[in-house]
Structures are given as C-alpha cells and as structure tokens.
C-alpha cells in the first residue's frame, strides 16, 4: 500500500528501515507525534524502526517523517500499512524487538556542537567532562556488541545510570532520551590522567598515549622536531608521514591550504584526516619528503579538553597547539585498544599513557581521505564510515571475502547491502591476523548474519587464502585485479560490459606471476586479460619491490646501458651483483605499474630504498607542479604499453628530479589514456573502470579519468572505498555472488 493511500486509514504500521538505530530515531518519532498529537508507539525491531501511529493528522507525520531525522540517521526505505484501530492514547518508545536482525548499527561520530557548548559551560553538569555524548554523537560501531543497539547490548552496560543521567535518559524532550552511551562524573567512564597531566607532557615535548574512539593514539608537538623524531624512532617509523590535528577549523590554514570542500570534510561528523598541500609550518620530520601533510579536526571531548588546555597563553607559546596524532602501535601492526595491552606494549613508545574504563570492542583506525578533481577519494576507510554498507544493485546470498595481505578489510554481504569493514591493517604478523579474525567474527554477529561462502585472492600464500581454506565453507577464489574491477563496478551497480585498467604493485595472476598493471575486459563474473605492461625485471624477487634503485637498474639493463648500474648506485653494495643477475637469462618478471613508480624515483635520485609501501611513488609525485607529455613517449604493440621511450629521456643528463617527475607523470597518464582508448576502439566497450594502488596518486586519478572523457568513454572511479586493496573485499564479494547465482540458475535454483 502506498504511503498517501494508507494515510487516510485511522491507525497506521510505519517500518523505517535504514541506518536508524543508535542515532536517536526513536526519539525524533516520539517528538514528532507529539507534534501531531498522535497515539502509538515507537520500538527498534530487527529490520529497522516500527511504528504505529493513530489520530487524524497521521498523513502529516508520514510526509514529514523522512524531512526531519537526526543527522546521524539514513533511511533507506518507508514502508506504510493498515492495522487495526485501537482507540489508543498517548505515545510511548517501547521494548524492543528481537529476531532475524536486518538494520544496522552506524559509524562512530565526532562531539556535537551542542555537546561541545555542554562541555564548556561551567553550569553544566558535563562540564569539562571527557565522555560526553548525545543521541547525535559519540561511539556506536566500536561499543556496540549486537542489534538491538540498546544499552545492554554495548560496553556501557557496565555503566549503572545515576539519577540525573536516568532521568535525560528517559525524558523524551531531553536530546539523551534514549542515547545509550550517556554518562557523566557520576556514573560514567574515568580516565586515568587528568587533562594538566597530558597537556603537561605535551609541552615539555613528551610522547603521550591516549585511549580515543577507535583505539589509542600517539601525540606529540607537531612543531617540536626532536619530539617528533623520538616518536619515529620509538615507533619504528623512518619516514612514513604522521598526521596532525589542529584545534579549530580556522587553524587550519596556519599550516595548509584548503578549498571549502576540504574544510566541509574536516568538519564532517566522520571527522577524517584530510590531506592537504603544506605549507611547511611543522617539524620537518611530520612528512618528509612530501608535499601534502594529513590534517585532522580534534574527533572526541578528550580532543578538545586537550586543546582548550593547550590555547592558555603559557602552552600556546610553546607547542603551537598542533599536534601530531597517529595510531598507537609498532609499525606495521594492528591499532591498539585493549587497556592491559597498551599499557605493556606502548610503555617503550610513550612516556604517558593514559587509559579509561569505556571499552573498546572493534578498533578503528582514523580514516584517510583526499579531494581529487573535486570529489572525494578515500585513502583509508575506517572511524566514522564503517559500517555504512554499499547498496548493490541485487540482492545476493550472505557471502564473506576477506580480502587481501595489505591494507586488509573484509566484506560480509546481507541481502542487496555490502558491509566493508574498516581498515585491518597488514597480515604479516600474528597481532594482524588475530585483529582481522575479530573483525569477522564482530561484523559477522553485529550483522546477524552467517556467510555460505568465502572469496578469498588467488594468491595460496596469503593469510587470508590460508584463513580461508581452513574454514568449511565453500570457497571462491577471485584474482587479484579482477577484484580490484568489480569493487568498483558492484559500487556503480553497473551492468554490461566493462574495460578495466588496473594498476597496483603486485597481485597473483590468472596463471601465476606478477601483475601490476592490466587491462580487462570484464562482465559479470567473468574477465579477460587483454593487456598488460611491457615485462620487467625484478633483480631479487620481492627485495626488488623495497629497493627501487633494483627496478631501476631494470630499466637500465633493458635500454642497454647496464654498464651504467654501478656508477648510478655505487652507493649500493650489492649494485655489482645486480648488474650480472640481470645478464643471465629467465628470472622474475613484473608487469607492476608501481615498479615503473619505484624506477622513475631511483632514476631520477629520489630515493633509492623504501621504508614504507610507496615512498617512493609518493616522494615522486610530490615533485610534480605541472605534467609534460613526451610525445612518442610509450608503444602499444599487441595490446603490450611500453614506456621505453620515456625512461630513455629521464635517463638523460640534461633532466632534474622535479622536471623528470612531470614529465613521467604527463606521460604515463597521456599513454594509460592512449591504451584504454584504442582497446575501446577494438571491443566496442566505451565504458572503463580505473582502480589500483596507483590511483591514490592524484595527478593520474585527476589525468586519466579526464583523459578518458575527453576521448568519449566513461570512467568509473572508486567513490565509497579506496583503489588500493582496502577496496578489495568487496570485488572478491561481489564476483563471488555473481557466481553462486550464475550456479543457482543453472540448476534451476533461485538466488
């Protein structure tokens, strides 16, 4: 029955399904009633929120209902019925439902303004209080253990309610009616230090520890380079780039530049860090080599409390109120959020630590976005976004992928919805696998749900793929770039043929080897390999991936002149040794686009050795201004994209570093986009889909999908996740699906 229809019925059954619960819906409704002196009830039920409502202005409720709801709420779809007519009176929020669960539990979100006015105001009873948090901010997703998200369902029922607490929360015009994570002084979480304690360290240039929304994090001045290099020292971290915060949005031009849909990102309810172009205002160890730096707003009331400490006119003068604020672990392991743990493992980082009493469940890392071609592209995907689904253009059976080594997440898919989850981290230690098999185990019981399959990479050496195979479910396995194409294509919910350029550092292929920069033809569940780039060396297998000057001496040794390996890289010991490996027939081979990165970097004398994935891509587009094309910089020959001609001009003598990063950039997007466009030509497919590690890089994510445009095909970019392997569980899902209702046809079967 149609909203208008039954609204002319006396009593009406309002199902409202979406992200609306934990958001404080059930409170909108109840003042929404009111408003219209309506009788009934509101109650969180398995597939969202249920209402019954009675009285002459029902229809006005119903219209009204999706124009008004609370900023953390998403509806995705009213459902409006006829029930029988009470003769009710008044309106009440009621018990709620149990059974086979279909709503979900939404992202954590930064403190309320009118929270933050609360924390500030000596008259209130929250006043400089730590854990303040209304129906329309604070954690959900990282306290919450299952649906029904109510109190006994989170970490806050350890928390018994005082009088003043029970009272807002059962006084349906108070904005903490029914918000599950209220507290206060009296009845609440406590920390362990008290803010003079922190903000104290901070400023005699200690590392400090604190217990956030998602999991701990690391501070120190930002502006105090021996701090910051004691920090990238403790932590293990050589070069990789910190984030900052800063306290307000007005400080942030201090130290970068932003345009209005960057600083709308920053004050978004997800609260991201943003990177932006420095102005090179910090310690110059924040992100060496770089030319944008990570910024973020303060997310938590502990944020501000440190801040508003921080501003008094003896701390300003020393700290510069801009703080670094990175994950709380070793390099290369899961962020920490167990108490016991922290205490232990981060003693040999930070000088304080400062815990709370509010567990933690599920870590999330702070998310990482960027604005490319004035659109959002995610970096990171964690705090504040997860577990926002992504709406297939089906529905599919439950399937869970678990996604790759690097940059782990996973998927669990539920009817037409994919839930990704938050960025995981690596796999290669037995913290990151621990971490990663919680995460399935929180989203698969927060959802309800039970997987019939697992999609997993092709690759038998991943922990994933082991994980996988040790579990009797059926399996699917997915290659890697495939995966990387349908992310994307379940996203655009595209159906039909697809073009696919992929280009990333590594992924297992079809047949084995190492592919890194393909061209597909994809449909449905099915791909085709129908390019690649031009093969190149990898003198010592995977060292060659952490050592550029390796890939560079590849290059060298292709043109010829590999007699001019060991003058370039005398520097390295075993550069001799290199030169004759790559005398001798066979060896391993990459069609990896981020090699080409890694090359350019070494050839140009950027840098010849990674301390982290990508460095040297990133220290090579931050050399880029403007992009030079070199014409007749690349061949195409077979469907095989050569860039032989163009490494032969950066060799050259007569180019500097800056002046050779524009110039590979120009021309690998002008080739990439030449490539894409002859293949459109040959298979009558004007439709590409561009993801891959490579595309965080912003100069090709902005070229190539406008060179793309330019030559009348339309691109698909990734949107709601990242290109790299954080996007990568949800091809593996959605390829999987296709695959399991392609099977269920055949047989007769319905899906």
Same mark, same amino acid.
């Given at each position: ?119 500030? +105001? !000596?008259?209130? #009873? ?5 854990? %303040?948090? &209304?129906?329309? *901010? =604070? /954690? $959900? ?29 059962? +006084? !349906?015009?108070? #904005? ?5 994570? %209220?507290? &206060?002084?009296? *009845? =609440? /979480? $406590? ?29 120190? +001045? ?530």
């Amino acid at each position: 029955m149609s909203p208008a229809a039954a609204c002319d019925r006396t009593r009406l059954r309002v199902l409202v399904s979406g992200a609306v619960q934990g958001v404080g819906f059930r409170p909108y409704v109840y003042g929404l009633a009111m408003r219209y002196g309506l009788a009934g009830f509101v109650v969180n039920g398995p597939e969202g929120v249920i209402i019954e409502i009675e009285g002459h202005r029902a229809s006005e409720f119903v219209a009204t209902l999706p124009l008004e709801a609370p900023p953390m709420a998403r509806i995705d779809h009213i459902c409006v019925g006829e029930t029988a007519a009470l003769a009710a009176e008044g309106f009440s929020i009621g018990t709620s439902e149990v059974g086979k669960l279909s709503t979900q539990i939404v992202a954590d979100a930064a403190v309320c303004q009118q929270c933050l006015s609360e924390l500030f +105001d !000596p008259e209130n #009873r929250h006043y400089l209080y730590p854990f %303040i948090s &209304c129906c329309h *901010c =604070g /954690p $959900r997703y990282t306290i919450a253990e299952r649906l029904p998200y109510d109190r006994r369902n989170t970490v806050m029922r350890a928390f018994r309610l005082c009088a003043a607490c029970g009272a807002d929360y059962a +006084d !349906p015009a108070s #904005r903490r009616f029914h918000a599950e994570a %209220i507290a &206060c002084p009296t *009845c =609440g /979480p $406590r920390l362990s230090h008290g803010i003079s304690a922190i903000v104290a360290a901070i400023v005699r240039g200690q590392i400090v520890a604190v217990k956030g929304l998602g999991g701990y994090q690391l501070l120190c +001045d930002a502006r105090n380079q021996d701090a910051v290099q004691r920090l990238r020292r403790r932590k293990h971290r050589l070069q990789k780039p910190f984030a900052v915060m800063v306290g307000s949005i007005e400080r942030v031009n201090e130290i970068a530049e932003a345009n209005a849909v960057e600083l709308t990102l920053l004050e978004s309810m997800a609260r991201p860090i943003v990177l932006l172009p420095s102005r090179n205002k910090l310690a110059p160890a924040i992100a060496p080599g770089l030319s944008r730096v990570g910024v973020m707003l303060p997310v938590t009331p502990l944020h501000h409390l440190i801040f508003h400490a921080l501003s008094s006119p003896e701390a300003r003068s020393r700290s510069g109120a801009v703080i670094v604020a990175t994950s709380a672990n070793l390099c290369g392991e899961p962020l920490l959020i167990d108490n016991a743990q922290a205490l232990r493992r981060l003693k040999a980082i930070a000088d304080l630590v400062v815990t709370h009493d509010r567990d933690i469940l599920t870590h999330a890392d702070d998310s990482v976005v960027s604005v490319v071609a004035g659109r959002l592209q995610f970096i990171r995907r964690a705090r504040g976004y997860v577990p926002e689904p992504i709406r297939l253009e089906r529905s599919v059976p439950p399937v869970l992928a678990v996604g790759a080594t690097l940059k782990s997440t996973i998927t669990i898919t539920r009817d037409n919805q994919a839930f990704v989850s938050q960025h995981i981290g690596d796999l290669n230690t037995a913290e990151g696998i621990r971490a990663f098999e919680k995460t399935i185990r929180h989203l698969t019981s927060s959802l309800d749900v039970e997987p019939v399959v697992i999609a997993h990479d092709l690759h038998p050496g991943m922990a994933s793929t082991r994980f996988a195979e040790a579990n009797a479910r059926k399996l699917v396995a997915v290659q890697h770039h495939h995966a990387h194409a349908a992310a994307v294509i379940a996203e655009h919910g595209h159906a039909g043929p697809t073009l696919a350029l992929v280009l990333d550092g590594h992924g297992f292929g079809s047949e084995g080897g190492n592919w890194g920069g393909e061209l597909l033809l994809c449909e449905g569940s099915w791909s085709r390999r129908i390019g690649h780039l031009a093969p190149l060396k990898m003198p010592g297998g995977d060292r060659a991936a952490r050592e550029p000057w390796r890939m560079a001496s590849a290059v060298l040794h292709g043109l010829g002149r590999g007699n001019e390996i060991g003058r370039r890289f005398a520097a390295q010991r075993q550069a001799g040794c290199v030169s004759d490996l790559l005398d001798q027939p066979g060896g391993t081979t990459t069609t990896s686009a981020g090699r080409l990165f890694d090359a350019a970097a070494a050839l140009l004398g950027i840098t010849n050795l990674q301390s982290y994935e990508g460095e040297a891509a990133m220290k090579l587009e931050a050399l880029v201004r403007r992009t030079v094309i070199l014409q007749a910089g690349w061949t195409i020959d077979g469907g095989v994209l050569s860039l032989r001609p163009l490494f032969s001009r950066l060799i050259a003598d007569d180019i500097d570093a800056a002046g050779g990063a524009e110039l590979f950039h120009g021309t690998f997007a002008a080739a990439c986009v030449d490539w894409v466009a002859r293949s459109a030509q040959t298979t009558g497919v004007n439709t590409v889909v561009l993801s891959g590690g490579c595309f965080l890089n912003a100069v090709l994510a902005d070229k190539i999908p406008r060179g793309c445009s330019d030559a009348g095909l339309t691109p698909l970019v990734p949107r709601r996740l990242p290109p790299n392997d954080g996007g990568l569980s949800l091809g593996q899902a959605w390829i999987a699906a296709l695959q399991i209702a392609q099977q269920s046809s055949a047989s007769g079967g319905t899906a």
